[in-house]
């Protein structure tokens, strides 16, 4: 995984069941409710942007099809 996260110029590479969290440029950590905060919305955001991009494939797709 690799989730880039503006708000806190990081990269998030991995993550686990117990809530920490492995940034690029570091070891596990446990987040600050700031971090959570951050790495939920740069989720989101890229959830967002993927599914867009999704929609426009399978269309294109589609389209071709035809």
Avoid: C
């Amino acid at each position: 995984m690799r989730l880039h996260i503006d708000t806190m110029d990081a990269v998030l590479v991995e993550f686990d069941a117990d809530g920490q969290v492995r940034f690029e440029q570091g070891g596990w950590s446990k987040p600050t409710l700031q971090e959570i905060r951050a790495i939920i919305h740069a989720a989101q955001h890229d959830i967002e942007q993927l599914t867009d991009l999704v929609d426009v494939l399978e269309h294109a797709s589609r389209s071709r099809q035809k």
